[in-house]
């Protein structure tokens, strides 16, 4: 009986840390999933705020082109934050 006690608490131990990775593995797949969402944001807004600032690329920004781009992402960043925001409301209110 006492072998099968010891296989038993085996088994439990085995699950838990079988859990706890699985947790941990999911956490990390979260994290990677933010930062890809993040980036590829990012490359949206440059893409968008270079097509409406840049003219033509020179070896410098002039003072014009380095103000659009600017304010293009810190209106993009607003918006976001705005959307962010207003979906957050709506959930909790949901709840």
Sequence with gaps: MSEF??????????????????????????????KAQFNAQIHEFSGLCW??????PGNKLD??????????VNRFIDVSLLITNRFTQMLQKNM
Excluded: H, P, W, Y
């Design 51 to 56: 097509d409406k600032c840049i003219d033509k």
């Design 5 to 34: 006690s010891s296989v038993s608490s085996f088994d439990v131990g085995d699950n838990n840390k079988s859990s706890a990775a699985s947790s941990e593995l999911e956490e990390f797949i979260m994290v990677e999933k933010q």
């Design 63 to 72: 003072g014009r082109s380095e103000t659009c781009l600017v304010n293009c």
